[in-house]
């Protein structure tokens, strides 16, 4: 592999780790990933996208190849090369800060705000999906109505929201504690700036953190308007956690038995929700489940 990226990107590389079908090098203290990419869709837009952020803030930036190519083809796997930003620690400080930042317009087609058709449309296909599969995954059949509720909850509030004047900003397609999903480039999408903080608040309960306060402070301090506060409540409703386990248990990359982790924590998370919709109950708010 060293030779490959001698040959592909004229580094000259002493030592090279690999995890996974991923390859980390370092020179002249630069951090690189050679990254096999799975979906090469909309990477041009990405790419460019990556080459405007990379003047005003630290993300990962793209090299291209020396056919001035994002994908470098490697044994019939795509490949592209991240020169990697190294930050020590995330936190919802740093999110907030990336969220605040005001994409131009013609980056459009990476918008994902589009939450209603988004989430109704991925509901449809994995509730159609397990009715084909179900027999084979009892807990998730046991546990999957549930966790569809939340998301049609999710669904109705966004429906009822007056979006005209949301912010859109710098988000993710998923949050985390991670520095490298934070600045990857690939991770990157235009949304609603509380998409990111959600996102976040939620990876962190279920990662056994406590929110409660934090949650508060944040509530408190950011002045949402009613349009965005039910924005939020609807991304706290809707169960990525859940859904996200869920595929990777259809596609065998864990056991069922995970989704566990999950639904024990139903009643505490239950609470979280109930905290946030209580912070913004008013005449437009009212969710009858969540009062008592």
Not at 173 to 193: E, G, H
Request: with cysteine; proline share 2%.
């Amino acid at each position: 592999m060293k030779n490959t990226i001698n040959y592909y990107y004229n580094l000259n590389i002493n030592n090279i780790h690999q995890k996974d079908k991923n390859y980390y090098f370092n020179i002249n203290n630069n951090n690189y990933l050679l990254l096999k990419c799975d979906n090469i869709e909309e990477l041009d837009d990405i790419y460019k996208l990556d080459s405007y952020l990379i003047q005003i803030l630290p993300v990962h930036k793209i090299i291209l190849n020396i056919n001035n190519e994002i994908i470098t083809k490697i044994n019939d796997n795509n490949y592209l090369l991240l020169q990697l930003y190294i930050d020590n620690k995330v936190d919802l400080n740093k999110i907030i800060e990336l969220n605040n930042i005001n994409i131009p317009d013609y980056f459009s087609k990476l918008r994902r705000d589009n939450w209603s058709l988004l989430w109704t449309n991925k509901i449809d296909y994995l509730e159609y999906q397990l009715s084909q599969i179900g027999r084979k995954y009892p807990i998730i059949r046991d546990s999957f109505n549930y966790y569809i509720g939340l998301a049609e909850n999710a669904i109705i509030l966004v429906n009822n929201t007056d979006k005209r004047n949301i912010v859109l900003g710098l988000s993710h397609r998923r949050i985390s504690s991670n520095f490298f999903d934070l600045y990857n480039p690939l991770n990157i999408v235009i949304d609603i700036r509380i998409r990111d903080v959600c996102e976040y608040f939620k990876y962190c309960f279920f990662d056994n953190i406590d929110i409660s306060r934090e949650l508060e402070l944040f509530l408190n301090y950011n002045n949402l308007d009613i349009n965005e506060g039910k924005l939020f409540l609807a991304r706290m409703l809707f169960p990525t956690y859940y859904f996200d386990l869920y595929e990777k248990v259809i596609n065998n990359e864990i056991d069922e038995s995970e989704i566990k982790k999950i639904i024990v924590k139903a009643d505490s998370y239950e609470k979280i929700l109930k905290q946030i919709y209580y912070h913004f109950k008013n005449n437009q708010l009212n969710i009858e489940w969540l009062e008592h």
